[in-house]
């Protein structure tokens, strides 16, 4: 099927679509799943359960952008499979990490699209992917990066982890890294 509305949409740049498409939401259901581990009893991290709950909606709404965005240019959207996420720590720390590295993932796989978007001449999805994405994921690594610099300060467990977990619940991430 050949849309009307496509024009100057590169196909590589289609295809990367498609792929940060599925990496964000590769990202929802790992953040569902650092979810479920804060939550599980043996944890019992309501505060960082509550966070990465809504980290996962924030990917996929990213998700539901891009391929908004797709339709919108005259691409095809195109739904791949998403491997089943870690579902095991070693701790909210090494989680808290994990979800970091992901970010920086993200942010290299986004910096690699508007590269190509520049490259085609493609200026209006380079400057939505400055102004929306690449502007949010630099505030996402800088907020978990200050998470794991608050999990590192207070010893990763014990007392400091429940008093920061208790302020991230009832008091929100910015009360807990200065944002």
Do not use: C
Not at 143 to 160: C, S
């Amino acid at each position: 099927m050949t849309s009307l509305a496509k024009q100057n949409f590169a196909s590589v740049v289609e295809d990367a679509v498609n792929q940060q498409i599925n990496l964000e939401m590769i990202a929802a259901h790992t953040y569902l799943a650092i979810a479920a581990y804060m939550g599980a009893d043996a944890v019992a991290l309501p505060g960082f359960e509550k966070y990465f709950r809504e980290q996962a909606q924030e990917e996929r709404e990213h998700a539901q952008i891009l391929m908004d965005y797709q339709n919108r240019r005259g691409g095809r959207v195109i739904i791949q499979t998403i491997p089943a996420p870690t579902s095991e720590w070693q701790s909210a720390k090494n989680a808290v990490e994990s979800a970091l590295q992901l970010e920086k993932d993200v942010n290299k796989s986004l910096l690699r699209i508007e590269s190509l978007a520049e490259e085609h001449h493609d200026a209006n999805f380079a400057n939505i992917l400055r102004s929306q994405f690449l502007k949010e994921q630099v505030h996402s690594i800088a907020e978990i990066a200050k998470l794991v610099t608050q999990l590192n300060r207070v010893g990763g467990d014990g007392l400091g982890l429940y008093l920061l977990d208790q302020t991230l619940l009832k008091e929100g991430v910015s009360a807990v890294v200065g944002n």
